[in-house]
Nanobody
């Protein structure tokens, strides 16, 4: 069982930056691929980024490549999402998730989910 708690969301102006964190419980954290998804009002939840176990390979949605960076600190059981050059289209609830698969981008491949943190980008 893995429990995930997101933090770091808030209100930011377009062009600004935010860093989201996701703290995980459980001694097996380092064995999971960890991912970020987001859901905007009226839209389906979509993949944002993932970081693998082991060497920490990464995968990004095209919409965030070059602006967002995902990372993990296994010693702290925490992953991060550094978001730069934020746009109004990035406004959403951001969810952290854990998967036993390697760098998946589908929701159904993730076994555990956090409650989400709101990110609002004002234009």
């Amino acid at each position: 069982q893995v429990q995930l708690i997101e933090s770091g969301g808030g209100l930011v102006q377009a062009g600004g930056s935010l860093r989201l964190s996701c703290a995980a419980s459980g001694r097996t954290f380092r064995s999971y691929t960890m991912g970020w998804f987001r859901q905007a009002p009226g839209k389906e939840r979509e993949f944002v980024a993932a970081v693998s176990s082991g060497l920490g390979a990464t995968n990004y949605a095209d919409s965030v490549k070059g602006r967002f960076t995902i990372s993990r600190d296994n010693a702290k059981n925490t992953i991060y999402l550094q978001m730069n050059s934020l746009e109004s289209e990035d406004t959403a609830v951001y969810y952290c998730a854990a998967s036993q698969n390697w760098l998946p981008n589908r929701m159904l491949d993730y076994n555990y989910w956090g409650q989400g943190t709101q990110v609002t980008v004002s234009s």
